[in-house]
């Protein structure tokens, strides 16, 4: 065991863990946010609306991650009018189109958790509350996002889960973050076992604490099923 | 006497696709009445009472509530409401009490009670707090005011959804079936809150198997059979032994021992 290689590799992940970290929160958030719009979507009459979602959700569950990030890096730039499209100065950089790749990916798998959370919450919870006059925004405020979000903890931290391991693609499109860092020091190095197993305490760090705390917010959420004190 | 009754409902049909439930039902009710709807399952009662505030549209007819008519339209074949504030201010002052309490699972009881004031009266949270403390009193729960519904028993989740009622200070309370799903030993309790609410003059309609109640706590009573009324009349009339025949058929086979020791 050669203590000084493995800490040595060690000290140069961790200084790429704060891009992974990154990668996972941006895209964590914006995809989380496309998920509201996507799921409204999905349960809206309006069938253009629903029929949109339900391509959308189909498209990017349905597909590799890893081909959504080539497409959209090294695909797009195949294209005149994007080379020379006011977004292009953004649209070249890797880092920009991992995001847009792992937002676009996270989205389609949330909007179905969300839904499944929708569809947990009881009627009779939903009647009570137009019985005493609660409609639109104020009843989705106060009971609807509520029991919703009681009901998708468990299959959305699965979700934060493979977002953080999903990052590790990102160094095919020369990112430089933990896996990409990886694959190069084992590249010059040849000593693969050592690099990717600290690489992977590093990804297993990340998703304790992760797992950690999506446990801590379904204890505080669930004091309404725990035994009587 | 008043002039105008309280609630009216006039003619009032509802399908659920070719099945006709409802096939023209009318009530009035003024104030202080406490109208109790009897009939065998299936007879269209719970969907009669769910038309009074609009958690079921009629295909035909008019729910009026204080000279007010609710609004119902129709949209590519099947009836929707017409005005959501209208509904949201009308069911403000209607509350329903339901067969499954209904209670909100992630709030504790004294949370259920003072949701309504709060955040659909836009009542100040010092004052409905107050409120609800002295309803929880009235419906002996002001010890479990912290407690979630799960903690609960039936017979105690039930009062606290008729507080959570009572909250809302209605004009009319509705009252789905309220002891249907309760045990016996429990059934009692509600009931003593109930006929408490009923001497205090509250307009209630009850939905409902409870005879005994039915007898002695109401001032009215419908008979409702295959969708239809079949007959009504104050509970001396209908319970006599002159009283229609359909309804003593109806008594008699669903009287157990126990429900013929209730009765009395």
């Known amino acids: 065991m050669d203590i000084h290689f493995l800490a040595a590799t060690m000290m140069e992940l961790l200084s790429a863990a704060p891009l992974t970290l990154l990668l996972f929160l941006l895209s964590s958030a914006c995809g989380g946010l496309l998920a509201l719009v996507i799921t409204w979507m999905r349960i809206a009459e309006n069938p253009l609306l629903s029929s949109f979602a339900k391509t959308y959700i189909f498209v990017f569950r349905g597909s590799p991650l890893l081909i959504q990030i080539f497409l959209i890096y090294y695909g797009l730039a195949q294209f005149d009018i994007v080379r020379g499209g006011p977004l292009w100065p953004y649209l070249r950089e890797p880092f920009v189109c991992a995001v847009i790749a792992l937002s676009l990916c996270t989205a389609g798998y949330t909007a179905e958790i969300l839904r499944g959370g929708l569809r947990a919450i009881p009627v009779r919870d939903i009647e009570a509350a137009r019985s005493i006059g609660m409609s639109g925004f104020l009843l989705f405020r106060r009971i609807i996002a509520p029991l919703t979000l009681r009901a998708i903890l468990p299959s959305y931290s699965t979700e934060l889960v493979l977002m953080v391991k999903s990052t590790a693609l990102a160094s095919i499109v020369t990112v430089w973050e933990v896996t990409g860092v990886a694959q190069r020091i084992s590249s010059e190095t040849y000593r693969v076992f050592e690099v990717f197993s600290c690489a992977a305490v590093i990804y297993l760090t990340l998703n304790f604490v992760i797992i950690q705390m999506m446990a801590l917010l379904e204890f505080k959420l669930s004091k309404h099923h725990c035994p009587m004190a | ?264």
């Open chain 2, 1 to 264: 006497m008043q002039a105008s009754p309280r609630l009216k409902l006039v003619d009032i049909h509802k399908s659920f696709g070719t099945f006709e439930v409802l096939k023209g039902v009318s009530l009035e009710a003024n104030d202080g009445d406490v109208i109790s709807l009897l009939g065998a399952s299936g007879s269209g009662k719970s969907t009669f009472l769910r038309c009074i505030n609009l958690l079921e549209l009629p295909n035909r007819g008019e729910v009026w509530l204080d000279g007010e008519k609710l609004e119902i339209h129709e949209r590519r074949g099947h009836a929707v409401i017409g005005s959501q504030k209208q509904i949201d201010r009308v069911r403000s002052q209607l509350s329903m009490v339901f067969q499954t309490f209904n209670l909100w699972s992630h709030m504790t009881v004294l949370q259920n009670v003072i949701e309504g004031p709060i955040h659909v009266m836009k009542r100040p949270r010092a004052e409905s707090i107050e409120e609800a403390e002295a309803l929880l009193e009235k419906v002996g729960l002001a010890d479990r005011r912290n407690a979630y519904p799960a903690h609960l028993s039936g017979g105690q989740q039930q009062r606290a959804a008729i507080a959570r009622a009572l909250a809302m200070k209605p004009k009319v309370m509705l009252f789905d079936e309220p002891t249907s799903a309760l045990d016996p030993e429990l059934v009692g309790e509600v009931l003593r809150v109930m006929r408490k609410l009923a001497e205090e003059g509250m307009t209630m309609i009850v939905v409902t198997h409870e005879m005994g109640f039915a007898r002695s706590v109401s001032n009215r009573i419908i008979y409702m059979k295959d969708g239809q009324v079949d007959c009504s009349g104050t509970p001396q009339e209908m319970f006599s032994d002159n009283g229609p025949a359909s309804f003593n058929r109806f008594v008699g086979a669903s009287d157990d021992e126990i429900g013929a020791a209730r009765a009395r």
